[in-house]
């Protein structure tokens, strides 16, 4: 058993809590299996929700962005943000059209960012997030140079405040809708690990992580 986080009255599930799921285990699963989040947040213009490049290390997940976003000075100032990521993994066909579904993997975490202020724990930090890209991918490249580091904000959020849904398996038809003639299943999704294409210019031999791209 992992250890679950307990729900607050902002992350407790009440609409099918029976799919809700507390575990850090979970959470930590469906934020490293994501590439991408949304970010919710409220200013003096409205409420906005903005998708970001996201990664996890230990119990936060990270964001970046230019300082001179007004994403990234809002939330660096402590505004309460809500994050989000969904995986979908197939719509569920029932008998009855009320009764369809989807299947799929959702996590919701609440809270305030805060900035990555130490110059060392900044870079570290992006070396995760490249060797999320592709691991091995960090040794290969240009390193961000100081200028680059400087027009940038690291941001993160803790996952202690968090809550996960999932739901899986097949349609849930009432009794009475049994005999309707209908096909009934689910038509799952998946995401797809497609071949590299190589940039015209690029003239060096592809390493592991890219050969082996698409062979999972």
């Not at 890209?133 to 290969?140: E, L, P």
Request: aromatic share 6%; with cysteine; hydrophobic share 40%.
């Amino acid at each position: 058993m992992t250890a679950a986080l307990p729900p607050s009255d902002r992350t407790r599930v009440r609409r099918v809590a029976h799919n809700a799921d507390y575990e850090k285990a979970t959470v930590h699963a469906i934020v490293d299996a994501a590439y991408l989040c949304h970010v919710a947040f409220a200013d003096d213009k409205g409420t906005h929700c903005i998708p970001m490049v996201c990664w996890r290390e230990h119990e936060h997940l990270y964001i970046h962005g230019s300082n001179g976003s007004r994403l990234v000075k809002l939330l660096a100032g402590g505004t309460q943000a809500c994050v989000t990521i969904t995986h979908l993994d197939g719509l569920v066909l029932a008998r009855s059209a009320f009764s369809h579904s989807m299947n799929y993997r959702s996590a919701m975490i609440y809270g305030s960012f805060e900035k990555v202020d130490d110059e060392a724990e900044k870079r570290a930090t992006m070396e995760v997030f490249m060797d999320k890209i592709a691991v091995g991918r960090q040794a290969d490249v240009r390193p961000g140079n100081d200028k680059e580091f400087d027009a940038t904000t690291i941001l993160r959020i803790s996952l202690a405040e968090a809550a996960c849904k999932i739901r899986t398996g097949g349609p849930n038809d009432d009794e009475e809708d049994m005999a309707v003639e209908a096909w009934a299943g689910v038509l799952p999704f998946a995401v797809q690990r497609l071949a590299p294409v190589r940039h015209e210019r690029c003239e060096i031999a592809a390493p592991a992580y890219v050969t082996a791209w698409d062979a999972s």
